[in-house]
Nanobody, 129 residues
Framework: QVQLIESGGGSVQAGGSLRLSCAFSRYTYNHNCMAWFRQTPGQEGERVAVIYTAGARTAYLDSVKGRFTISQDHAKNTLNLQMTDLLPEDSGTYFC??????????????????????WGQGTQVTVAS
């Protein structure tokens, strides 16, 4: 089973930037759908961004479009999330998650946490106003 380890979280002022990384313990040949989820206390987790690795097709939560970018670094075997123009409502615990889907359409529509098979432990992001 692959292990996922997130890093890069922290505290920033509104308008600032952070780059989250998710390192895989081994190459993820069998996982072609990768995502970042965000969890805040008292609320259900939401999928912030997703990437279908074949062709690097992506999808984003409406509230982060134009500010967040998800990418995969094959050389470093990581999944990244570049976050800019951060807002206080972006605060939360960010988790990376991966799975296998039959095609890109299914991957981009996979917004429920149950659709993803492997998860990291999370990294905290706090954006102060």
């Amino acid at each position: 089973q692959v292990q996922l380890i997130e890093s890069g979280g922290g505290s920033v002022q509104a308008g600032g930037s952070l780059r989250l990384s998710c390192a895989f313990s081994r190459y993820t040949y069998n996982h072609n759908c990768m995502a970042w989820f965000r969890q805040t206390p008292g609320q259900e987790g939401e999928r912030v961004a997703v990437i279908y690795t074949a062709g690097a097709r992506t999808a984003y939560l409406d509230s982060v479009k134009g500010r967040f970018t998800i990418s995969q670094d094959h050389a470093k075997n990581t999944l990244n999330l570049q976050m800019t123009d951060l807002l206080p409502e972006d605060s939360g615990t960010y988790f990376c998650a991966i799975t296998w889907t039959r095609d890109g359409g299914l991957c981009l529509r996979a917004s429920a946490s149950a659709a993803f098979s492997d998860w990291g432990q999370g990294t905290q992001v706090t954006v102060a106003s």
